[in-house]
């Protein structure tokens, strides 16, 4: 059964606290990417990467770091120095030209 | 940078009304376009995509949008709504880089529009 999951679904964390967001894809993909949401603001992209071993920053990317050491996995990890971490997130991956994007189920993270 | 302007934040219709939601985009070149949704308690899932030809593309669940370069829009409309297509959905831009088709590698979304639809 191919497709993206997160874990965990929910996450509780005392602020000043690192906290990493898994993320495990077994579609083959290329590229894969984090996002966050939240209301009123749509997706707003965090870090990306098209190939193991590199990643892009997106948009909104202080505060957050990744790595990309095996295709399938793309980890987040939410840092003490991002000011606002209480949010809800999403994972996806496409193909190299992003022909369309798949999402996983999110990890909704309370930061308190 | 590119950006993508939803028109509304929240639609309420009832059953069997028309839907159109409004898309508008900022990028000068070839772009490719999705409709995204998000049903409650479940993944984003792609409504449909445009990459090029026919501009008026259609998608799952009887949902078609158009493609009006002119106006850098892409509108999302379905002729009679059901209370299951209550949801969030989500325009998406993906700018081309070149004739080949090579992408920039990520999309832009907009804010989000909420569908209310009452029975």
């Known amino acids: 059964d191919g497709g993206i999951t997160q874990s965990p679904k929910y996450l509780f964390r005392k602020e000043g606290q690192n906290v990493t967001l898994s993320c495990e894809q077994n579609l083959n993909h290329d590229a894969m990417y984090w996002y966050r949401q939240d209301p009123g603001q749509g997706l707003r992209l965090i870090y990306y990467s098209q190939i193991v071993n590199d990643f892009q920053k997106g948009d909104i990317a202080e505060g957050y770091s990744v790595s990309r050491e095996k295709k399938e996995s793309f980890p987040l990890t939410v840092t003490s120095a991002q000011k606002n971490p209480t949010a809800f997130y999403l994972c996806a991956s496409s193909t190299w030209q992003v022909d369309e994007q798949y999402f996983g189920p999110g990890t909704r993270l309370t930061v308190t | 940078a590119q950006s993508v302007s939803q028109h509304n934040h929240h639609v309420i219709l009832s059953e069997a009304a028309s839907l159109e939601l409004g898309c508008n985009y900022s990028y000068g070149g070839t772009v490719n376009l999705f409709w995204y949704v998000q049903y409650p308690g479940q993944h984003l899932q792609l409504l449909l995509k445009y990459f090029s030809g026919d ?20 509108n999302l409309r379905k002729p009679s709504v059901q209370w299951s297509d209550t949801a969030e959905y989500f325009c998406a831009v993906n700018p081309i880089a070149n004739a080949g088709g090579t992408s920039y590698g990520k999309l832009t979304f907009g804010q989000g529009t909420i569908l209310t639809v009452h029975p």
């Open chain 2, 55 to 74: 501009p008026l593309v259609k998608g799952i669940k009887g949902f078609e949008a158009e493609f009006i370069k002119s106006k850098f829009s892409f």
